[in-house]
């Protein structure tokens, strides 16, 4: 199993890296589980699939069923839940995460599924992850077994300063991931381009991408169309196409 985790600043593009990997991965493999671990969630939208429920419903059942489950095993009535709340899409699987915990002590109900998680991740060749924005996730460890963590970043100053964080967060929570990756996203100039370049050999990031600002992106957005819509006229598409082929390799 081959997990790659994608993530970086608010609105550089996570979401449409993720959803153009999963939809060119998933061609090629048929076990994909996608996972939405952002909590406002938008990645069904992206790939144009609808979802039901969420991990975080799940876990609020618990909650309020512990009690009644009586000598039930509660990890397998959790892992039945799960698997319940996974969406088989056109091509691969869907889970959301959904809402952080509420108040009161999720810890067991957290650990419960991070085992089970673990366990059904297994199952499939690749889990692609669009990340929630930010590090927290980091020191949560929410996706600590991830191999290959993609940082999408533009050139803003703080999405650049987000991207040098999270390489500088992992070495320091001793995260073993076998790459972090960069891919910059809306460069439109040569002068951009040359400068992420520099960024990326300055902190040994290796440059996977550099996605142009794409009119079919704005378009496909505006008429509230699912990215994965896409097709050969957008630059975008074709660059993401090469990215998937390089994990398809392995
Ligand atoms: N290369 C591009 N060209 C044009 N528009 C783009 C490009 N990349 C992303 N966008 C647009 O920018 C917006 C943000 O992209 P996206 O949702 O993928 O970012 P995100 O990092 O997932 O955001 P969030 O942090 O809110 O989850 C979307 O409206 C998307 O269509
Ligand atoms: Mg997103």
Known sequence: ???IAVTGKGGTGKTLVSALLIHFISKKSRKVLAVDADPDSNLSDALGVEVERTLGDVREIFQVSRDEMGTMNKE???EGKIYETICECNGFDLLVMGRPEGEG???FANSLLRGILR???RHYEFVIIDSEAGLEHFSRKTIDSADYVI???DMSKKGLATASRIKQLVKELKLNFKDIMLIANRISSE???KRIREFSEREKMKLLEVLPYDERVVELDLKGLPVVNLDESS???RRMRKVAEVFLKG
Do not use: G
């Open 1 to 3: 199993m081959t997990a």
């Open 76 to 78: 397998q009535w959790l």
């Open 105 to 107: 002590c999720y810890c």
């Open 119 to 121: 366990k059904l991740t």
């Open 151 to 153: 940082v999408v970043t």
């Open 191 to 193: 002068e951009a381009e």
């Open 235 to 237: 630059e975008v598409y």
